[in-house]
């Protein structure tokens, strides 16, 4: 599987500056014309919905990660509504606004990961059923592997999937992933299973700094994060549950050792980075590997986990990538 690296002495060139200029996008408001509402799953749980554009060219799925919410991504969802599509986000199941499933506001649990595929699997099928035409879905970090999971699991597919910094393993170091399975377990069986598997300190700039740092280069857009959540508390969302921590390790372990992966047949772009320390770069690799129509692309040291979120060169550059390949894999819109 081939890839490539932006450099950050490309990065450093005039020419490659000016040939992404940056955008006005207020990050700190909805889009105009945007509808937001909720979706109720088969038992009755309310997910909460986002949906901007007109669709003259089709229609796009995104799923968000473990902790986001819709607000993090309005400026990728804006730029595609200007590309033609009508995207759709929700908040996953007990997280941003779509309640919570302890008494810990802040705690991201979830009893099992087969909660989120019934989520997906039925939200996908009640959207594929408003319209025809075609359809394509993307999933960032934990949405990229419910995304693939799905897919794997029979879900009906799209006319092409992107996953971006997808969650295919869990990056643990500096535990060994055995040892990391192991205490989990262990956490589990001591009664912890949902409560937070770990404290998420931003009392400091010191502690924001770092934990920025995992996730994008711009501090102006982390900021924006830090600024819907201090603006809508309902929406903040912390750590996850050690439940959410056992999960993760499994399912991952389960998707990329199991045959599903390789019946995944519809059109795949993969964006990667070398330095993410959320998820596992390597796995990303292997099961790449094993996907029969998938594209990767590996970013180097300019780019941290939320690539869609980062620095403009970056970030416009995975745009540019991620718009060439719909492009060709679902068809351009007359005139665009």
């Known amino acids: ?24 996008f207020d990050r700190r408001a909805w889009p105009m014309g945007g509808r937001l509402d909720y979706w109720h799953a088969p038992d009755g749980w309310a997910l909460r919905r986002y949906r901007l554009g007109k669709g003259r060219r089709g229609r796009m799925l995104v799923l968000n990660g473990r902790g986001d919410m819709i607000e993090k991504y309005l400026e990728v969802i804006d730029h595609w509504a200007g590309r033609g599509w009508e995207v759709t986000s929700f908040d996953w199941r007990g997280q941003g606004g779509s309640g919570r499933l302890t008494d810990d506001p802040l705690c991201g649990h979830i009893g099992n990961f087969a909660d989120y595929i019934a989520d997906l699997r039925a939200f996908a099928a009640d959207w594929r059923a408003e319209k025809p035409g075609p359809a394509v879905m993307l999933g960032h970090s934990m949405g990229g592997h419910m995304l693939l999971r799905a897919l794997a699991e029979g879900m009906r597919q799209p006319d092409a999937a992107v996953l971006v910094a997808p969650m295919l393993g869990v990056h643990t170091a500096p535990l060994p992933r055995w040892l990391a399975v192991a205490v989990a377990r262990m956490m589990l069986a001591s009664g912890a299973g949902d409560k937070r598997a770990w404290t998420q300190k931003e009392d400091s700039e010191r502690q924001r700094v770092v934990r920025q740092k995992r996730l994008t280069h711009d501090p102006d857009r982390y900021a924006d994060e830090l600024w819907w959540r201090d603006h809508s508390r309902e929406i903040a969302l912390g750590p996850p549950s050690w439940n959410w921590v056992a999960q993760a390790l499994e399912s991952t372990r389960e998707l990329a050792e199991g045959p599903g992966v390789a019946q995944v047949g519809c059109p795949l772009l993969i964006l990667a980075t070398e330095m993410d320390r959320l998820v596992s770069t390597a796995a990303i690799r292997q099961v790449a590997a094993r996907l029969p129509n998938a594209r990767l692309h590996v970013y180097g040291r300019e780019a941290a986990h939320e690539i869609l979120r980062e620095m403009d060169p970056v970030r416009l550059d995975a745009l540019g990538r991620i718009d060439a390949f719909l492009d060709e894999a679902a068809g351009q819109e007359t005139g665009l």
């Open 1 to 24: 599987m081939a890839y490539q690296t932006v450099t950050m002495r490309d990065m450093d060139s005039p020419d490659f500056a000016s040939a992404f200029p940056a955008a006005a």
